[in-house]
């Protein structure tokens, strides 16, 4: 069966750090991969969508970057963390763009 | 792109009670149609789900329904209990479509 892993499941960083947020896909081959944040509220934004290895398509133009090193990975980076990077990040996959299958999430706090 | 509207945005109900939150969209070309469930601090987990062909699916006390015509489905919960308490999101999408559109939720709250 198919197992989507996040990590770290909490961060704390200060304002202006470096951001490195992992995911990784067990279980299946060229999944489609996602990057959402969930602020204050309910909503899920859309950050980043991957169809392939390098190929990475941007919802939304902020100071995040995603890769997909690997067919399974999907990272997600910042070079200098803002305050309205607080969030809840979740991962998610899907065969051919049908259901989402969403990470634990990682709750990162910006100080 | 689609335009997905869910409401009611909160719905608080006795223990016991039903619970009815409906999605509407945009895109008539829409053929997939899923309901996720967001326990506190998790991620959202898919709960039930339609596609086009089919009017009404159930699973023991959740089901939804579908009006294509309308462009809208349903999600209904009978004999509510306090651990249906979570966020509720509906994603309305197409074959080959690689951009889910979510909802914006609706929290639901059942008092014992």
């Known amino acids: 069966s198919q197992t989507i892993h996040q990590w770290p499941a909490t961060l704390v960083q200060p304002v202006g750090s470096p951001l490195s947020l992992e995911c990784t896909v067990e279980?299946?081959?060229?999944?489609?991969l996602y990057w959402y944040r969930q602020a204050a509220g309910r909503g899920l934004q859309l950050l980043f969508y991957?169809?392939?290895?390098?190929?990475i398509s941007s919802e939304v133009p902020q100071n995040l970057s995603a890769s997909r090193p690997q067919d399974r990975q999907f990272i997600l980076s910042s070079k200098k963390l803002l305050l309205s990077d607080s969030g809840f990040y979740l991962c998610?996959?899907?065969?051919?763009?049908?259901?989402?299958?969403f990470g634990p999430g990682t709750r990162l706090t910006v100080l | 792109g689609e335009n997905v509207e869910q409401h009611p945005s909160t719905l608080s109900v006795q223990e016991g009670d039903s619970a009815v939150i409906k999605c509407t969209y945009s895109d008539s070309a829409s053929n997939y149609f899923p309901w996720y469930k967001q326990e506190l601090g998790k991620g959202p987990q898919l709960i039930i789900d339609i596609r086009s062909n089919v009017g009404e699916k159930k699973d023991q006390r959740i089901a939804v329904t579908l009006n294509k015509t309308a462009k809208h489905f349903s999600l209904h919960i009978t004999e509510t209990q306090p651990e249906d308490s979570a966020v509720y999101f509906c994603a309305p999408s197409k074959g080959g479509s690689y951009i889910p559109t979510f909802g914006r939720g609706t929290s639901l709250i059942v008092h014992p």
């Open positions: 998610a996959w899907t065969p051919l763009g049908d259901t989402q299958y």
């Open positions: 991957s169809v392939g290895i390098g190929q």
């Open positions: 279980g299946t081959s060229n999944p489609n």
